[in-house]
């Protein structure tokens, strides 16, 4: 069982920049991380994905250029630093543990419980 605690999120106008973190306890963090988020009404949708050991991220076309995943496996914690913000990128955003090697064919075990994120125009 992996327990998984975002943070980070909060208010912030159209442009600007926020960093979110998922702190990972539990079971061995070494595996594929993947951030994903879920606006009013909508289905939750992918953000990000970065490998187990960091060399290889994949990102959604609405985000790529703007929003980077890192992670620091020896503070078993991922990142998502968020640039350029819009008010499309207002959701709750979710942080995921994954299974697999490809990072796009991974199957998402474990979820965290969230953090909001609201981009003002």
Same mark, same amino acid.
């Given at each position: 069982?992996?327990?998984? /605690?975002?943070?980070?999120?909060?208010?912030?106008?159209?442009?600007?920049?926020?960093?979110?973190?998922?702190?990972?306890?539990?079971?061995?963090?070494?595996?594929?991380?993947?951030?994903?988020?879920?606006?009013?009404?909508?289905?939750?949708?992918?953000?990000?994905?970065?490998? =187990?050991?960091?060399?290889?991220?994949?990102?959604?076309?609405?985000?790529?250029?703007?929003?980077?995943?890192?992670?620091?496996?020896?503070?078993?914690? /991922?990142?998502?630093?968020?640039? =350029?913000?819009?008010?499309?990128?207002?959701? /709750?955003?979710?942080?995921?543990?994954?299974?697999?090697?490809?990072?796009?064919?991974?199957?998402?075990?474990?979820?965290?419980?969230?953090?909001? /994120?609201?981009?003002?125009?």
């Amino acid at each position: 069982q992996v327990q998984l /605690v975002e943070s980070g999120g909060g208010l912030v106008q159209a442009g600007g920049s926020l960093r979110l973190s998922c702190a990972a306890s539990g079971r061995t963090f070494i595996t594929p991380m993947g951030w994903f988020r879920q606006a009013p009404g909508k289905e939750r949708e992918f953000v990000a994905t970065i490998n =187990s050991s960091g060399s290889s991220t994949k990102y959604a076309d609405s985000v790529k250029g703007r929003f980077t995943i890192s992670r620091d496996n020896a503070k078993s914690t /991922v990142y998502l630093r968020m640039d =350029s913000l819009k008010p499309e990128d207002t959701a /709750v955003y979710y942080c995921a543990v994954g299974r697999g090697i490809q990072l796009g064919s991974l199957e998402w075990i474990y979820w965290g419980q969230g953090t909001q /994120v609201t981009v003002s125009s």
